[in-house]
């Protein structure tokens, strides 16, 4: 809204060359906003800064929205809106649309979650998954076209063994059932028989060696069991996509076997165009940039010495279907941070062979590690990596004892309900709320909380606007959409009034949702939207203990109930967003 306007003012004063600079908006405690443009613009244009916020502030065109610009300190320019353009404003965003679609959608591609087949999914992928599915639900809502991508890990040299212990135990035996209900102690098993006859001619290892040849080759029984086991696992991950509530399906699972009959086509073309060469024995690309500790060139493996292909082959024919099958315009990998170089290598690779054009950005959205208490990656007593369905259960189990302790008024069907919403909500929430390259302490004491910047402290403030609409016989009426939104084809609108300060400052939060939105589009960080929602419901709190709702009388009182079903609507969407369902009762 005063961005461009702002932009348009520093081009006008100082020349286009000037127009994209960022105008720094900042919250003032003199005004609605601060902007700080002309500290940064000063020694660009050769001024001191407040004669260069002088020239913007003579260039704005501020009529019918701003009341007051002022300059003040070294430079900062300091803006009060008129009341009246935040009411039309206010009035004109009460329908609900999640702000402004994208001014030019895209066909993204996000890889993301990842797991193993015949692997237990842990904290580890927990990151991952929430922060994709986040990403993509935002993605959706400004307009553009998502492809959900689960690149997951089915081919290559375990499978061998896993087939083979598959085809030991028996397809009806209790321990193939592991594979859903367990599949760490499925691949431990497979694992240990493996390692014991290491060194027996016709033990197991030889035999599992032996399937990831036939499985490789086409070999009908074996690929009939590499299905099976393919198709146990997506029960596993489908349970719990089901209990974190994330978007995925099979229909989204594009893994690692997609690709294995296009990959000795792919090394030959990088082969023959020069980009790949012989580097003890194994074919190797050496993009530029790249150089290890000894200051030579790193190669990025692309076909071993022993004729196996590893993950940069996979990667790269990856990379190549999304630009060119996909038509992809964005394509991001939801991965750990550990893979950057790799990813990076990678994508300078498909650059080099023309298969990522400059047109097409790629983005690694690194994901930081979940700690423990100790300041340690988070793992069970036992060192193994936590089970991320105990984990959920967990927390589940931790937030049905506060509500069974609070609310026992409540059904069990509703206690229950609110338990699983409350828990889940948590865990997705603490993991959202941090910068997604950033290492964070996985505390249940704190996720649970009804203070601080928590999954629960949100979930609560839609909870409260709920019960003072239901209060007020209006509960239906705002869900219908037949408030402040407008109307439902008979009813007057409610016009929303600002005249208290702590409306107002409400309701200059609320028309920062759209650009909120915009602004996780475009720098990939979904914890701004938890920071809003945040501040969204610590800014309703204070308008709540400051502006009587339900004792207030006529117009006062319609209006005040009309903004609390705005607040609530965008709780309501924004926790959406992140994944988070919004619980009736709290």
Same mark, same amino acid.
């Given at each position: 809204?005063?961005?461009?306007?702002?932009?348009?003012?520093?081009?006008?004063?100082?020349?286009?060359?000037?127009?994209?600079?960022?105008?720094?908006?900042?919250?003032?405690?003199?005004?609605?906003?601060?902007?700080?443009?002309?500290?940064?613009?000063?020694?660009?244009?050769?001024?001191?800064?407040?004669?260069?916020?002088?020239?913007?502030?003579?260039?704005?065109?501020?009529?019918?929205?701003?009341?007051?610009?002022?300059?003040?300190?070294?430079?900062?320019?300091?803006?009060?809106?008129?009341?009246?353009?935040?009411?039309?404003?206010?009035?004109?965003?009460?329908?609900?649309?999640?702000?402004?679609?994208?001014?030019?959608?895209?066909?993204?591609?996000?890889?993301?979650?990842?797991?193993?087949?015949? @692997?237990?999914?842990?904290?580890?992928?927990?990151?991952?998954?929430?922060?994709?599915?986040?990403?993509? @639900?935002?993605?959706?809502?400004?307009?553009?076209?998502?492809?959900?991508?689960?690149?997951?890990?089915?081919?290559?040299?375990?499978?061998?063994?896993?087939?083979?212990?598959?085809?030991?135990?028996?397809?009806?035996?209790?321990?193939?059932?592991?594979?859903?209900?367990?599949?760490?102690?499925?691949?431990?098993?497979?694992?240990?028989?493996?390692?014991?006859?290491?060194?027996?001619?016709?033990?197991?290892?030889?035999?599992?060696?032996?399937?990831?040849?036939?499985?490789?080759?086409?070999?009908?029984?074996?690929?009939?069991?590499?299905?099976?086991?393919?198709?146990?696992?997506?029960?596993?991950?489908?349970?719990?996509?089901?209990?974190?509530?994330?978007?995925?399906?099979?229909?989204?699972?594009?893994?690692?076997?997609?690709?294995?009959?296009?990959?000795?086509?792919?090394?030959?073309?990088?082969?023959?165009?020069?980009?790949?060469?012989?580097?003890?024995?194994?074919?190797?690309?050496?993009?530029?940039?790249?150089?290890?500790?000894?200051?030579?060139?790193?190669?990025?493996?692309?076909?071993?010495?022993?004729?196996?292909?590893?993950?940069?082959?996979?990667?790269?024919?990856?990379?190549?279907?999304?630009?060119?099958?996909?038509?992809?315009?964005?394509?991001?990998?939801?991965?750990?941070?550990?893979?950057?170089?790799?990813?990076?290598?990678?994508?300078?690779?498909?650059?080099?062979?023309?298969?990522?054009?400059?047109?097409?950005?790629?983005?690694?959205?690194?994901?930081?590690?979940?700690?423990?208490?100790?300041?340690?990656?988070?793992?069970?007593?036992?060192?193994?990596?936590? @089970?991320?369905?105990?984990?959920?259960?967990?927390?589940?189990?931790?937030?049905?004892?506060?509500?069974?302790?609070?609310?026992?008024?409540?059904?069990?069907?509703?206690?229950?309900?609110?338990?699983?919403?409350?828990?889940?909500?948590?865990?997705?929430?603490?993991?959202?709320?941090?910068?997604?390259?950033?290492?964070?302490?996985?505390?249940?004491?704190?996720?649970?909380?009804?203070?601080?910047?928590?999954?629960?402290?949100?979930?609560?403030?839609?909870?409260?606007?709920?019960?003072?609409?239901? @209060?007020?016989?209006?509960?239906?009426?705002?869900?219908?959409?037949?408030?402040?939104?407008?109307?439902?084809?008979?009813?007057?609108?409610?016009?929303?009034?600002?005249?208290?300060?702590?409306?107002?400052?409400?309701?200059?939060?609320?028309?920062?949702?759209?650009?909120?939105?915009?602004?996780?589009?475009?720098?990939?960080?979904?914890?701004?939207?938890?920071?809003?929602?945040?501040?969204?419901?610590?800014?309703?709190?204070?308008?709540?203990?400051?502006?009587?709702?339900?004792?207030?009388?006529?117009?006062?009182?319609?209006?005040?109930?009309?903004?609390?079903?705005?607040?609530?609507?965008?709780?309501?969407?924004?926790?959406?967003?992140?994944?988070?369902?919004?619980?009736?009762?709290?």
């Amino acid at each position: 809204m005063v961005v461009p306007r702002v932009q348009a003012a520093i081009a006008s004063a100082f020349g286009e060359e000037y127009r994209g600079t960022d105008p720094v908006v900042r919250p003032s405690q003199f005004a609605d906003i601060q902007i700080n443009a002309a500290m940064a613009l000063a020694k660009k244009v050769g001024m001191p800064p407040r004669d260069a916020a002088a020239r913007i502030v003579d260039a704005l065109d501020l009529d019918g929205i701003c009341t007051a610009a002022e300059i003040s300190g070294p430079g900062f320019i300091n803006l009060t809106f008129d009341g009246t353009w935040i009411e039309e404003l206010l009035n004109a965003e009460s329908p609900g649309a999640p702000g402004v679609p994208a001014a030019e959608a895209q066909r993204v591609v996000v890889d993301y979650s990842s797991p193993n087949v015949a @692997k237990e999914m842990h904290v580890g992928h927990l990151r991952t998954t929430v922060v994709g599915d986040s990403l993509v @639900k935002v993605f959706e809502a400004l307009g553009d076209t998502v492809i959900r991508q689960n690149h997951i890990g089915d081919w290559g040299t375990p499978f061998g063994m896993l087939i083979e212990h598959w085809l030991e135990i028996g397809e009806d035996s209790p321990e193939a059932a592991l594979l859903v209900d367990d599949p760490s102690a499925f691949y431990q098993a497979a694992r240990a028989k493996f390692d014991a006859s290491a060194t027996d001619e016709d033990g197991f290892a030889t035999r599992a060696r032996l399937r990831v040849v036939a499985l490789q080759g086409g070999d009908a029984e074996t690929f009939a069991v590499w299905q099976r086991l393919v198709a146990q696992s997506k029960r596993y991950f489908n349970a719990i996509y089901s209990m974190l509530g994330i978007s995925l399906t099979d229909d989204h699972i594009a893994g690692e076997s997609s690709y294995d009959a296009h990959l000795a086509q792919l090394c030959q073309e990088l082969e023959d165009r020069g980009i790949a060469r012989i580097s003890d024995g194994a074919l190797c690309t050496f993009p530029a940039g790249f150089t290890g500790r000894d200051g030579l060139p790193m190669p990025l493996i692309i076909r071993k010495s022993d004729g196996g292909y590893g993950y940069g082959t996979t990667d790269l024919a990856t990379i190549r279907y999304r630009v060119r099958e996909l038509e992809a315009n964005r394509v991001l990998y939801v991965v750990g941070a550990p893979q950057n170089m790799h990813l990076r290598m990678v994508m300078a690779t498909a650059r080099d062979a023309g298969w990522l054009p400059d047109t097409v950005e790629a983005v690694h959205v690194q994901i930081g590690n979940v700690l423990g208490e100790d300041g340690k990656i988070l793992k069970s007593r036992s060192g193994a990596p936590v @089970k991320l369905m105990a984990l959920l259960e967990e927390a589940v189990d931790r937030a049905r004892a506060v509500i069974d302790a609070s609310r026992p008024e409540l059904t069990e069907s509703e206690r229950a309900v609110t338990a699983r919403q409350v828990g889940i909500g948590a865990v997705k929430y603490a993991d959202l709320s941090v910068g997604h390259d950033t290492e964070y302490v996985f505390d249940f004491d704190r996720m649970l909380a009804l203070s601080g910047n928590t999954g629960p402290y949100v979930q609560y403030a839609a909870a409260r606007i709920r019960s003072i609409l239901r @209060k007020a016989g209006v509960l239906e009426q705002h869900a219908a959409g037949t408030d402040a939104a407008g109307s439902d084809g008979g009813t007057p609108a409610t016009v929303i009034a600002v005249v208290e300060p702590a409306e107002r400052a409400l309701a200059l939060h609320l028309l920062e949702y759209g650009a909120t939105l915009h602004k996780v589009r475009e720098v990939l960080e979904p914890h701004r939207l938890c920071t809003y929602l945040f501040e969204l419901a610590q800014l309703f709190t204070s308008f709540y203990d400051q502006c009587p709702v339900l004792k207030s009388e006529d117009s006062v009182r319609e209006s005040r109930l009309a903004l609390c079903a705005l607040v609530l609507r965008r709780l309501s969407e924004g926790l959406d967003l992140l994944g988070i369902e919004t619980p009736e009762n709290m």
